[in-house]
């Protein structure tokens, strides 16, 4: 049984995006996500006869990407939209969820660009490049976010990631760890990298890479406990050269264009893993009604009931935080403290949800035979990725 969602004032044009988008997650992404989780191998996930593939040519043919530039929807229900099409996402597949929204990470930049060149290369409408963001590192990874730490502009701490500057090209050496989303498989990554080693961590700079150039390679795709639709996998450049136009950002704006890719990015993570919750809540509902113990439907013991009404009141909440960051940030400057505010809480709701419906189905929620024991996997990845809950929290605080 799917749950009622009491958002109010929605419109027909609303309605019938989110009809297609549900039809999108629980026709390709659920059973797509359910088949490449069973793959022992993640090199199998990523292989030419992979359902991967699919997923992703079957929600380009969408048009999903195409509502951030409709100018006939005004931007605070525009907001709220792509906020409700992120957690019908991931109801279907928080793995795949994630792996499609990093996918087109490269787009938002050459379009700020303003660059004619970049855009048309990189945003065009029939550009179907598989992007990634690359930002962690081996010796980095939620430090790279911990602006108000004063490690984060200490020039004894260096990437491992840099470019320097010659001539016309920026020159790229160093690596991306394995924790990279779409990193084995992009084609072009939005690269976070240091290019004024005396500032420290904060001298960064943002570009954009095509990987297909001389100099690129790949690691092996992780193998992960959880989200294992999502390939990740490391990233080394050596002597890689690109224009200097492709240079976005550089170290004097990179603190302000750091904090607003991570408010984009936290926001989103809040809308994806609402829909997580909501997925394990619907299943435990379901399953309770059909499982029988003591000579009834298990949700007719109080205590089972009790637990069902607290996941409820959890997805809710998570719903009502997460869409009401998106509507602000999405139609205001975004607030990070806020998109972090999200992230955390809705990440959590989703990991306590899926573990409450693993214990409302209980053997049998250990199995792979019933969709909990993946929920609860991959809700528990949410915790660490775009940012370890706890780092990002005390980084909120800083915000306060």
Known sequence: METIDIECGITELERDVLAAVHDFARDVMRPAGTALDKLADPSDVIAADSVLWDV????????????????????????????????????????????????????????LSGDQELIDRFAADDADQIGCWAITEPDHG?????????????????????????GDEWVINGQKSAWVSNGTIAEVATLFCNIDPTLGISGGGVCIVPLDHPGVSRGKPLDKIGQRALNQGEIFFDDVRIPKANMLVEADTYLFALEQVLALANMSMGSTFTGAARAAYEHALDYSRERIQGGKPIIAHQGVRLRLFNMFAKVEAARSLSRRVAMYNGSEMPRLEYSIASKTFCTQVAFEVASDAVQIFGGNGLTRDYPVEKLMRDTRASLIEDGCNDVLAMEGAFKL
């Open 142 to 166: 939620s430090d790279q976010l911990s602006f108000g730490d004063s490690f984060f502009t200490d020039p004894t701490i260096q990437a491992n990631c840099h470019a320097r500057l010659d």
């Open 56 to 111: 992703h040519r079957r929600y380009r043919e969408l048009g999903i990407e195409a509502i951030a530039n409709d100018e006939t929807i005004d931007a605070l229900p525009k907001a709220r939209l792509r906020a409700m099409i992120g957690e019908e996402l991931g109801w279907g597949d928080s793995g795949l969820a994630v792996s499609l929204g990093v996918a087109g990470f490269h787009r938002i930049f050459a379009e």
